[in-house]
């Protein structure tokens, strides 16, 4: 499914099928036709240094995924290089920013207890090269569908998404071996724990991860609400 628009959220919504009580927000920057970076984002954003502004459009994305789940409250949520987002109290989320733009997603925290996203552009060959050993054992890569760059790609956005739900209950990200992905489908990827994580992922439990792809980047989603055991 081709996506040109630069804020698809509507159509991210009905294709992804998220749970209800879930909100989902993203920006993107779009290829075709080339428009200015960030053109989705209020002026004063735009404005800031290149450095910040992926960050600061992740916040702006996690302001209205608050907002589309439910939350009416005006605290903001504070982003920074080093560990997760902080939530307003009662909220969960999760935001992801790259060169094509920036998501989120957001609950209360009782409706999903872990969330994880992931908006990333396809690896390049040489890029699927060198994660490839990274990224998964060669057991995990013959549960795949095929070994291709496309669903490298998938499976790494997907590992991403993961880390990000996983990092603020072990207090640190896991490796990305340490989740091991059994099967796929044209919808999901399903994983399991391939290190102990109890309580938060039990042996046997199965994970899966939601995702989408247009050839022009990649979008991953992970909740508990949508988990099967």
Same mark, same amino acid.
């Given at each position: 499914?081709?996506?040109?628009?630069?804020?698809?959220?509507?159509?991210?919504?009905?294709?992804?099928?998220?749970?209800?009580?879930?909100?989902?927000?993203?920006?993107?920057?779009?290829?075709?036709?080339?428009? =200015?970076?960030?053109?989705? *984002?209020? @002026? &004063?954003?735009?404005?800031?240094? /290149?450095?910040?502004?992926? !960050?600061?459009? %992740?916040?702006?994305?996690?302001?209205?995924a608050l907002s589309?789940?439910?939350?009416?409250?005006?605290?903001?949520?504070?982003?920074?290089?080093?560990?997760?987002?902080?939530?307003?109290?009662?909220?969960?989320?999760?935001?992801?920013?790259?060169?094509?733009?920036?998501?989120?997603?957001?609950?209360?925290?009782?409706?999903?207890?872990?969330?994880?996203?992931?908006?990333?552009?396809?690896?390049?060959?040489?890029?699927?090269?060198?994660?490839?050993?990274?990224?998964?054992?060669? =057991?995990?890569?013959?549960? *795949?569908? @095929? &070994?291709?760059?496309?669903?490298? /790609?998938?499976?790494?956005? !997907?590992?991403? %998404?993961?880390?990000?739900?996983?990092?603020?209950?072990?207090?640190?990200?896991?490796?990305?071996?340490?989740?091991?992905?059994?099967?796929?489908?044209?919808?999901?990827?399903?994983?399991?724990?391939?290190?102990?994580?109890?309580?938060?992922?039990?042996?046997?439990?199965?994970?899966?991860?939601?995702?989408?792809?247009?050839?022009?980047?990649v979008l991953t989603?992970?909740?508990?609400?949508?988990?099967?055991?």
């Open positions: 499914m081709a996506v040109r628009e630069s804020r698809p959220d509507r159509v991210l919504l009905q294709t992804l099928r998220l749970p209800a009580g879930m909100g989902i927000d993203v920006g993107l920057n779009g290829t075709v036709p080339p428009p =200015a970076p960030y053109h989705w *984002l209020p @002026s &004063r954003i735009r404005q800031a240094s /290149s450095k910040r502004r992926p !960050a600061l459009a %992740a916040s702006f994305c996690a302001r209205r589309r789940a439910g939350y009416a409250g005006t605290a903001k949520v504070k982003t920074g290089p080093d560990g997760p987002a902080i939530w307003p109290e009662g909220w969960t989320g999760s935001i992801g920013c790259a060169d094509i733009g920036a998501v989120a997603v957001a609950a209360p925290s009782h409706a999903g207890e872990w969330l994880g996203v992931d908006l990333s552009v396809p690896l390049t060959e040489l890029q699927r090269r060198w994660l490839e050993p990274l990224l998964a054992t060669r =057991a995990e890569l013959e549960a *795949l569908t @095929s &070994r291709s760059t496309e669903t490298l /790609s998938l499976l790494y956005s !997907a590992k991403e %998404a993961l880390q990000r739900a996983l990092q603020p209950l072990l207090g640190e990200i896991p490796d990305y071996q340490a989740m091991r992905c059994v099967r796929m489908d044209g919808e999901w990827l399903w994983f399991e724990p391939a290190v102990d994580m109890d309580p938060h992922w039990p042996a046997q439990r199965l994970v899966k991860v939601r995702y989408l792809s247009t050839g022009e980047w989603v992970v909740a508990s609400l949508q988990q099967i055991d």
